[in-house]
């Protein structure tokens, strides 16, 4: 392919905002393309849902970063205890992951979530009892970010005074925008988050709980599942990767309805909607943009373009989930949409384990929030939202109002 690659402009609020416009001309150019993303990293990215579907099932295609034949991939990361962070099951592959992943999968099953229900939904009142008398919020800051936050911390057994510091250290972890992130900030966050995690570990192992942190110290001292760095490794990506896409799933629901006033109305008047809802802005404008990052093993062949060994390839679900060929009249939010499987939470080994309890969560917080705070409005103009800047998207502040002291109806 001898197209020059094409730059995803992170830097650009309006892209940040709106990038269905370039993705959509992406996938009508050609199945694959050769683009610069997030930090400056060239990638080869998959536009297609077919294309995208094989490639998530492609065991020539790696999660591990060490795949990876570009050096700035790497030189991302901590320097200090870098395969330590690598050490996790969302950059393994089998038979790795498949160990990692099933020390940790019973805690995500459908039924196992069920049963979090009434904690969730006592979270979710509790933040909204916050909220409610004062007629006007972020709903980011003040609602999305801290049910998912308190949620994962709960399940894990983290202190819930503790909450904010792992969620600022993450954040300066991953967040990408249109340069290389600073590799001192990165440093130093992974520094305070490695402290904190080993304090943690230490002190679980001398009070053990009812909880999974302390079933995977089990699985490590007793039974000898992991090592001390996948035991690190794995808490820090269940801490990260159990809050940062709901809140975006959350914020980014609440946003679309509110731009999209006619699907509101639809759902005040049919409560029994908010399932194929939640399904449909996961399709429309999900929380991973613009997709899932693999690296080819050898020379791969996608959709007639050979992708050489080393390459990046991101598989760019947000894209493919407005694939015409999948989905029709794509670009319509709509939330009575059949047939929806999209892929933000991924496809084949890698699916997202979280998604059930990313999906309720979503189900409990944008309906208890449309139902509790009646006349919900935006308290800015809309072109005033600010987005995330890449890799993962989702608005960095909701402000809205509401009529304070009510009761609203779904």
Same mark, same amino acid.
Request: aromatic share 6%; with cysteine; net charge negative.
């Given at each position: 392919m001898s197209e020059r690659p094409v730059l995803l402009p992170y830097a650009d609020q309006d892209f940040l905002a709106d990038p269905f416009p370039l993705?959509?001309?992406?996938?009508?150019?050609?199945?694959?393309?050769?683009?610069?993303?997030?930090?400056?990293?060239?990638?080869?990215?998959?536009t297609r849902y077919e294309d995208g579907l094989a490639a998530l099932s492609d065991p020539r295609l790696s999660s591990d970063v060490r795949d990876a034949s570009?050096?700035?991939l790497l030189a991302q990361l901590p320097e200090t205890e870098r395969e330590s962070m690598l050490s996790n099951m969302l950059r393994s592959d089998p038979p790795d992951h498949t160990r990692l992943r099933r020390l940790v999968s019973k805690a995500f099953t459908a039924r196992r979530v069920a049963q979090m229900r009434p904690r969730i939904q006592a979270i979710t009142d509790g933040l909204l009892d916050g909220i409610v008398p004062a007629g006007r919020a972020d709903l980011v800051a003040d609602f999305a970010l801290p049910l998912p936050v308190t949620v994962i911390g709960e399940l894990l057994g983290v202190p819930v005074d503790d909450q904010h510091d792992f969620q600022r250290w993450t954040d300066r972890m991953i967040m990408r925008g249109a340069e290389p992130p600073d590799p001192a900030v990165v440093n130093e966050a992974w520094q305070h988050m490695r402290a904190y995690v080993t304090d943690l570990i230490r002190a679980k192992?001398?009070?053990p709980g009812d909880d999974l942190l302390s079933g995977l110290i089990t699985a490590r001292d007793e039974e000898a599942r992991l090592s001390e760095d996948e035991l690190i490794a794995m808490v820090f990506l269940l801490l990260a990767a159990g809050y940062i896409t709901t809140v975006n799933l959350i914020s980014g629901g609440i946003a679309m +309805? !509110?731009?999209h006033p006619d699907q509101l109305d639809l759902l005040?008047?049919?409560?029994? +909607? !908010?399932?194929?809802?939640?399904e449909e802005f996961l399709r429309y404008d999900g929380p991973v943009s613009p997709g899932i990052a693999r690296f080819a093993r050898e020379d791969v062949e996608i959709a007639g373009v050979t992708v050489p060994r080393g390459a990046t390839v991101l598989i760019a679900s947000a894209i493919a989930d407005r694939d015409p060929a999948r989905f029709p009249d794509p670009d319509r939010l709509d939330i009575t949409r059949p047939d929806n499987a999209h892929l933000a939470f991924g496809h084949g080994v890698h699916y997202c384990l979280g998604a059930p309890l990313a999906r309720l969560e979503g189900?409990?917080?944008?309906?208890?929030a449309l139902d509790r705070l009646p006349g919900l409005a935006l308290a800015v103009p809309p072109d005033e939202i600010r987005w995330r800047p890449g890799g993962l998207r989702g608005p960095l502040s909701l402000p809205v109002t509401f009529r304070s002291g009510g009761q609203g109806v779904l």
């Amino acid at each position: 392919m001898s197209e020059r690659p094409v730059l995803l402009p992170y830097a650009d609020q309006d892209f940040l905002a709106d990038p269905f416009p370039l993705y959509g001309k992406l996938r009508e150019d050609g199945p694959v393309r050769r683009v610069v993303v997030a930090g400056g990293l060239d990638a080869w990215l998959v536009t297609r849902y077919e294309d995208g579907l094989a490639a998530l099932s492609d065991p020539r295609l790696s999660s591990d970063v060490r795949d990876a034949s570009d050096p700035r991939l790497l030189a991302q990361l901590p320097e200090t205890e870098r395969e330590s962070m690598l050490s996790n099951m969302l950059r393994s592959d089998p038979p790795d992951h498949t160990r990692l992943r099933r020390l940790v999968s019973k805690a995500f099953t459908a039924r196992r979530v069920a049963q979090m229900r009434p904690r969730i939904q006592a979270i979710t009142d509790g933040l909204l009892d916050g909220i409610v008398p004062a007629g006007r919020a972020d709903l980011v800051a003040d609602f999305a970010l801290p049910l998912p936050v308190t949620v994962i911390g709960e399940l894990l057994g983290v202190p819930v005074d503790d909450q904010h510091d792992f969620q600022r250290w993450t954040d300066r972890m991953i967040m990408r925008g249109a340069e290389p992130p600073d590799p001192a900030v990165v440093n130093e966050a992974w520094q305070h988050m490695r402290a904190y995690v080993t304090d943690l570990i230490r002190a679980k192992r001398t009070h053990p709980g009812d909880d999974l942190l302390s079933g995977l110290i089990t699985a490590r001292d007793e039974e000898a599942r992991l090592s001390e760095d996948e035991l690190i490794a794995m808490v820090f990506l269940l801490l990260a990767a159990g809050y940062i896409t709901t809140v975006n799933l959350i914020s980014g629901g609440i946003a679309m +309805l !509110l731009a999209h006033p006619d699907q509101l109305d639809l759902l005040r008047s049919d409560p029994e +909607l !908010l399932g194929s809802a939640v399904e449909e802005f996961l399709r429309y404008d999900g929380p991973v943009s613009p997709g899932i990052a693999r690296f080819a093993r050898e020379d791969v062949e996608i959709a007639g373009v050979t992708v050489p060994r080393g390459a990046t390839v991101l598989i760019a679900s947000a894209i493919a989930d407005r694939d015409p060929a999948r989905f029709p009249d794509p670009d319509r939010l709509d939330i009575t949409r059949p047939d929806n499987a999209h892929l933000a939470f991924g496809h084949g080994v890698h699916y997202c384990l979280g998604a059930p309890l990313a999906r309720l969560e979503g189900l409990i917080a944008i309906g208890t929030a449309l139902d509790r705070l009646p006349g919900l409005a935006l308290a800015v103009p809309p072109d005033e939202i600010r987005w995330r800047p890449g890799g993962l998207r989702g608005p960095l502040s909701l402000p809205v109002t509401f009529r304070s002291g009510g009761q609203g109806v779904l």
